[in-house]
């Protein structure tokens, strides 16, 4: 059965600070990997999708690594603003549903 | 942009109504689409799998009768809460398969319902 575990489960960070989020899942047999932000009280916002065949991917300051035998996958964040605090979940799919991990609480300190 | 629309974002409703969230797939259609619930400080846990044409798929634990799903359309699933009651109140989020993207599945924004 597909885990997937996010560590830590609480970071708080200086701002300005480049910083990891760490992703592992149990099965390598995975279609994709996604990352995503949750706000309090707001919707999950896609931020990088990775396909399995994919090792990494990039948006703007965040980019996020797969590394499929391993069942890991990374999400750095560089130069952090008090603006990336949230909680950030990331999810792999089985072709199938998608299993999320129980996410990391980002705080920037200002 | 988008590929999945989840409608409405946030909805409050009275105990004992129903309510009824809308899952659209806008670029794909979809075959195939996904029910989840968040519980407060746990992970978004899936509730059901949405089949077209056909019933949907419960996970062990959720309550067919009270979570009512109909996929009537390629682009379109609802998920219907009967008689909502405040313990219902939490994160929905629906997901799509896009079979023509190598089974890439799409996650709607969610929505958050508060029962009063």
């Known amino acids: 059965k597909q885990e997937v575990t996010q560590i830590p489960a609480a970071l708080s960070v200086p701002e300005g600070e480049n910083l990891v989020l760490n992703c592992s899942f149990t099965?390598?047999?995975?279609?994709?990997l996604q990352w995503f932000r949750q706000d309090p009280g707001k919707g999950l916002t896609s931020l990088l999708l990775i396909q399995s065949s994919q090792r990494e991917q990039t948006s703007g300051r965040l980019n996020a690594s797969l590394d499929k035998s391993s069942g890991r996958s990374t999400l750095y964040i560089a130069a952090s603003q008090p603006g990336d605090s949230a909680t950030y979940l990331c999810?792999?799919?089985?072709?199938?549903?998608?299993?999320f991990g129980k996410g990391t609480r980002l705080h920037i300190l200002p | 942009g988008a590929v999945v629309s989840q409608h409405p974002s946030r909805v409050i409703c009275k105990s004992g109504t129903s309510v009824k969230i809308e899952c659209r797939s806008l670029?794909?259609?979809?075959?195939?689409m996904f029910w989840y619930r968040q519980f407060p400080k746990q992970s978004l846990m899936l509730m059901a799998t949405?089949?077209?044409?056909?019933?949907?798929?419960?996970e062990q634990g959720v309550e067919k009768d009270k979570f009512l799903i109909n996929h009537a359309s390629l682009t379109l699933s609802t998920l219907t809460v009967t008689s909502a009651h405040p313990e219902d109140s939490s994160f929905y989020i629906c997901s799509a398969r896009d079979l023509l993207s190598g089974n890439t599945i799409y996650f709607g924004e969610g929505s958050w319902l508060t029962v009063v």
């Open positions: 099965d390598s047999a995975i279609y994709n």
């Open positions: 670029d794909f259609q979809a075959t195939t």
């Open positions: 949405s089949n077209e044409g056909s019933k949907a798929t419960y």
């Open positions: 999810a792999v799919s089985l072709g199938r549903e998608g299993i």
